[in-house]
């Protein structure tokens, strides 16, 4: 993307509460339940909301997630969680897409900052390449995802800019799972460099 598509895109002129203009749920989805509803920076807050719902969400398929597979480690056997959250971001990508239309269209607008939820799908696809009990062990990596992918998603370099470019919301959502796909490699390669 270049400067003159940035400066199109972040200094067009922003109307408060603009989110007002949808229902109640759509509001609430797009928002990430309300995190998208700050006034400065709406992209920021809603990825690192996905970021701190995270850790939660990686106990909880720690316990409970079924697809599991054995990795043998010096110290016996140890189990990884693979999958949960690209499950997740997969039912983030295609359960938002409903509201992420009905929110624009009764707004009238085009990817406002305050629809975040793109970035919540974002965050997660990044946290789909480590294992949940890496996350738990290392929670840092929580941060390095939400920093790795803010670049990604601000600057939009490899190709990311033409995803945003497909119609209405699923150019919304489909450019930060893109954005999330380069986050998750990036942050894969620090962990097998890192040996966690």
């Known amino acids: 993307m270049n400067r003159e598509e ?64 054995e990795a043998w480690t010096a110290d016996g056997v140890t189990m990884d969680a693979y999958g949960f959250f690209l499950v997740a971001a997969l039912i983030v990508f295609f359960g938002a897409i409903p509201f992420v239309k009905k929110a624009m ?11 975040v939820i793109d970035e919540v799908c974002g965050v997660f696809m ?6 949940s009990e890496s996350i738990l062990e290392n929670p840092w990596l929580l941060l390095v995802a939400f920093g790795v992918f803010r670049f990604f998603d601000i600057l939009k370099p490899l190709g990311i800019h033409r995803f945003e470019k497909f119609p209405g919301a699923w150019g919304v959502m489909a450019d930060d799972l893109l954005g999330g796909v380069y986050s998750g490699i990036i942050l894969l390669a620090i962990v097998r460099l890192l040996g966690l």
Do not use: Q
């Open 6 to 69: 940035l400066h199109a895109k972040y200094n067009r002129p922003k109307v408060p509460h603009e989110w007002r203009g949808t229902d109640k749920i759509s509001a609430l989805i797009c928002t990430f339940f309300g995190s998208g509803m700050l006034p400065k920076m709406p992209g920021t807050y809603g990825s690192l909301a996905a970021a701190i719902v995270a850790y939660p969400l990686a106990l909880l398929s720690s316990a409970v997630w079924p697809l599991r597979y």
């Open 105 to 115: 269209h009764d707004t009238n607008t085009e990817d406002p900052g305050w629809i």
């Open 126 to 131: 990044a946290l789909a390449f480590v294992s």
